[in-house]
């Protein structure tokens, strides 16, 4: 029976990026050693790195005014690392509240200043993305901050907010970069953790301009805690997570040969579109609260009548070798994470399933 991985993270890596991974496990490029035994400081690994940030450019379109690193401690080291070389004042930054992960950026940005909480979506219960037609950011904040996509709540920005007075425009991208277009101009900086669309754990991917930290006043900041110092020493002051980082490459080396980001762009809004309209169908059976504009398409989260019903309704998915199909503890229900690596044929699967357990418990 073939398994399907819905889980929002670590989650599913392409079975051809997991073959090549396997098959050089032992003996990666006829060395006799795997990459995980593999000196950073070795020609064969600078290559890797070197490939890998090549693929991200062409994939993103990144102009050389941007720099790329690799940084440990996922999304959530970035969380600290943004207000600590960012701020050009104490009056300090801006953040949109779209929900769980970008409250932890919040929480985490107060123990370096003032934080202003200045467009939020609480109000709707995080059933929508903040409505920012009219919104304008203050010119004193440091920077803005995003979260373009929201893994619990099942919502999506579909367009972004345009800044004023020069102020940066920041973004965590961990669970829908290279998931659909996106003008990196947009930004002056992105960044994601990899275990969700990028390959497995370890590492932060990091784009942003590099003028954009000549803008801080700290320049007392811990080496490793610098971002200079991964822009300046391209990500190899230490070392770095080796193993992530050649994942990184084969995922992106994937990427490219399906057709790039323009593809998976259009094969995305086809699987999510194949489950809204199986729950939309539904009459309420299945139940998606995330009002239809905001919908994510990389996290579908929805109910069903009763939570017995859901946990029947995962238990017996498993046994179809549908996995990871559990909400989040903090709302429970079920979610869907369909990144790059899920096919369409699972997305298929996972309908017929509906399908049939529907008929019989409905």
Partial sequence: MKIFNFSAGPSMIPHKVMDKAQKEFLNYNGMGIGVSELS????????IIDKTENNIRKLMNIPTEYSISYIPGGASLQFYMIPANFLINWWGCE?????????????????????????SSRDANFRRIPNLRKWKNNPDSSYVHITT????EGTQYHSYPEMEYGVPLVADMSSDIMTKVTDIKQFDMVYASTQKVLGPTGLALVIMKKKLTERSYNKNLPTMLDYNTYI???????????????????????????GGIETMDKINMLKSEVIYEKIDA??????????????????????????????????????????????????????????????????????????????THG
Avoid at 40 to 47: P, V, Y
Avoid at 100 to 108: C, G, L, N
Avoid at 232 to 239: C, G, P, Q, V
Avoid at 316 to 342: F, T
């Fill in 40 to 47: 950073h400081r070795t020609i064969e690994f600078s290559d």
């Fill in 232 to 258: 300046h020493e391209k990500s190899m002051h230490n070392t770095p997570p080796t193993f992530s980082v050649y994942m990184l490459m084969l995922v992106t080396d994937w990427l490219l040969e399906q």
């Fill in 95 to 119: 953040y949109i509240h779209t929900g769980y992960w970008s409250e932890k950026a919040i929480v985490e940005a107060q123990k370096c200043c003032y934080v202003r909480v200045s467009s």
């Fill in 149 to 152: 996509n929201n893994t619990i």
């Fill in 282 to 359: 539904s009459g309420g059976y299945y139940k998606n609260l995330v009002e239809a504009p905001h919908r994510s398409r990389v996290n579908i989260v929805f109910r069903l009548p009763t939570k017995d019903l859901s946990e029947l309704f995962i238990h017996q998915a498993e046994e179809e070798g549908l996995l990871g199909l559990r909400g989040h503890r903090s709302v429970e229900g079920i979610r869907a994470s369909m990144y790059n690596a899920m096919p369409l044929e699972g997305v298929e699967r996972l309908v017929d399933f509906m399908d049939k357990f529907e008929r």
